[in-house]
């Protein structure tokens, strides 16, 4: 058995998440809708009944109603299912409950897209330029060389829609400054 060096295990690991498969999207999203619409029915029955167990069903409700609006980043995409129609149309049917504006949220995304990397102004700019790494203080400096782990495991994912700044190139844990 070959030895590979870390980049090649990496790209290995990597690998199965760069392909998409439609059966795969297609089973998450029967699965997601079976259990929105049973969760709903359980807590629309047990509202007259058990108040409790009606706000009990309606925790899992929302976790499964939260995962099918996050689908629509995937879909905007086009990698939840790779199939074109469903994923321009999936997003929108769910959205509607929420007044959620797929729409518009499609366009400013691919907007945002188009703009990452190349407009320092950006409020989602991935990442920090080395002047303003020079320029920050001691605890700004650890957190730009450690925000991947604090976005995730401190604010639980919130660190990277609030922040919107992922690792520099020049600022890996391989490459400390």
């Known amino acids: 058995m070959p030895v590979l060096d870390k980049r090649q295990q990496h790209a290995k690991a990597l690998a199965r998440m760069s392909s998409i498969s439609p059966s ?69 049917f769910w959205g509607w409950m929420v007044y959620w504006p797929q729409s518009t949220y499609k366009e400013l995304h691919l907007l945002h897209h188009a703009l990452l990397g190349r407009d320092l102004m950006d409020p989602e700019r991935p990442t920090f330029t080395r002047s303003e790494f020079e320029e920050a203080g001691l605890l700004r400096r650890w957190y730009i060389q450690h925000q991947w782990l604090v976005n995730i495991f401190v604010f639980a994912g919130i660190g990277f829609i609030d922040c919107g700044r992922g690792i520099p190139s020049w600022c890996r844990p391989c490459e400390r400054i």
């Open 24 to 92: 795969q999207g297609l089973a998450h999203a029967a699965l997601h809708t079976i259990a929105i619409f049973g969760l709903a029915g359980a807590a629309i029955v047990f509202w007259d009944k058990d108040l409790r167990l009606a706000m009990i069903v309606s925790v899992p409700l929302a976790i499964f109603y939260t995962a099918v609006l996050v689908t629509g980043h995937d879909c905007i995409h086009r990698t939840f299912t790779g199939i074109k129609k469903f994923d321009d149309h999936w997003p929108l």
